[in-house]
């Protein structure tokens, strides 16, 4: 997705309302126990790199990898999408949420032998939930002023 000049603000304001709908549906599938809830993690992460990269004039790709969407490509950064510039805050906030990348597909569905995976510990899902809230508030205010 390309940078509409005359909306950015207003597009990256649509991004973090979702981060926030996102990590709201998290709450309510870890308060029931669902696996499902860590897919709600990932995605909250991809709105808000979306978020960081619109601000930023960078084109926010509809990639589901965050490494992708906050690293690049590996060996060839002049491909869409290109990384956030090293010294970049949000960047480094960003590398911090990685490793949920494998949850926009893993234990969604049965694996090929009917088992379901349930997922990382819900301690662990719940600090990262901790630091993306925490990473949203800062998104509030640096890039929209709110």
Do not use: N
């Amino acid at each position: 997705m390309d940078v509409d000049s005359g909306q950015p603000s207003r597009v990256v304001t649509a991004y973090l309302d979702d981060t926030e709908a996102e990590l709201e549906a998290f709450d309510a599938l870890v308060a029931i126990g669902s696996r499902f809830a860590a897919f709600h993690l990932e995605q909250a992460a991809q709105k808000l790199i979306r978020a960081v990269r619109i601000h930023r004039k960078l084109v926010a790709t509809s990639a589901h990898d965050l490494v992708l969407l906050i690293d690049g490509h590996p060996g060839d950064p002049s491909k869409e999408p290109r990384p956030l510039p090293d010294g970049d805050p949000w960047r480094a906030r960003m590398q911090e949420h990685e490793w949920l990348s494998k949850f926009a597909t893993a234990f969604r569905d049965p694996t090929s032998a009917g088992r379901r995976d349930q997922g990382p510990a819900e301690d662990e899902l719940k600090a990262a939930k901790q630091k993306l809230a925490e990473h949203l508030v800062l998104a509030r205010t640096e890039l929209v002023g709110t």
